[in-house]
């Protein structure tokens, strides 16, 4: 599995970014996709995460009616629409693919099996 991520960029605090990431491979049968994100120094952080057949979407706290993570079955295509940023969302964002989910470990950034190039987003305030 392939996976090319895009759409990060600069913007000022209350603004908006579209996150896309493009899979190519992976049977998508019971898998998910998912969006974290690593400042340097510290561990990957879990953002947001999707289950590619049902649809189901997790949410860390901090982003929680801010971030909507959506995926396009046809374009093979996770998109992460984040709102309302601020300066603590400053981060490298990772777009990972996870074979075989589970759910108790959707969150972990060691279950995931494939992982995007990263895309820089910068919230200024």
């Known amino acids: 599995v392939q996976l090319q991520a895009s759409g990060g960029g600069l913007v000022q605090a209350g603004g908006s970014l579209r996150l896309s990431c493009v899979a190519s491979?992976?049977?998508?049968?019971?898998?998910?996709m998912g969006w974290f994100r690593q400042i340097p120094g510290k561990e990957r952080e879990f953002v947001a995460a999707?289950?590619?057949?049902?649809?189901?979407?997790y949410y860390a706290d901090s982003v929680k009616g801010r971030f909507t993570i959506a995926r396009d079955k046809a374009k093979k295509t996770v998109h992460l629409q984040m709102d309302s940023l601020k300066p603590e969302d400053t981060a490298v964002y990772y777009c990972?693919?996870?074979?075989?989910?589970?759910?108790?470990?959707?969150?972990?950034?060691?279950?995931?099996?494939?992982w995007g190039q990263g895309t820089l987003v910068t919230v200024s305030s």
């Open positions: 990972g693919y996870n074979q075989g989910t589970i759910t108790s470990t959707i969150r972990s950034p060691n279950m995931y099996d494939y």
């Open positions: 999707i289950r590619w057949s049902s649809g189901i979407t």
């Open positions: 491979g992976g049977t998508f049968s019971n898998d998910a």
